[in-house]
């Protein structure tokens, strides 16, 4: 779908870093505090750019696991 962005996490424990991919822009790309005010930032960001679902994964000894 051309419309569809996609949102990748990466987190870390004193920040997280936030790539948005998709659409007919260019990926953007933003770095968050790892606190809630940093969560908060993020939320109103994501919202900004309009990603409305953002999948959950858990990570054990480097390997993703799609959280439900």
């Not at 948005?20 to 505090?33: A, E, H, N, P, T």
């Not at 606190?35 to 993020?42: D, I, M, V």
């Not at 960001?45 to 993703?64: D, F, H, I, M, N």
Request: aromatic share 8%; glycine share 12%.
């Amino acid at each position: 779908m051309l419309g569809e962005k996609h949102v990748g996490i990466d987190i870390s424990k004193d920040n997280f870093e936030v790539n948005i991919l998709g659409g007919r822009k260019k990926g953007k790309s933003k770095k968050f505090s790892n606190s809630e005010a940093g969560y908060k930032k993020l939320a109103e960001w994501l919202e900004e750019q309009g990603a409305t679902k953002v999948p959950k994964y858990r990570t054990k000894s480097g390997e993703a696991r799609k959280v439900d």
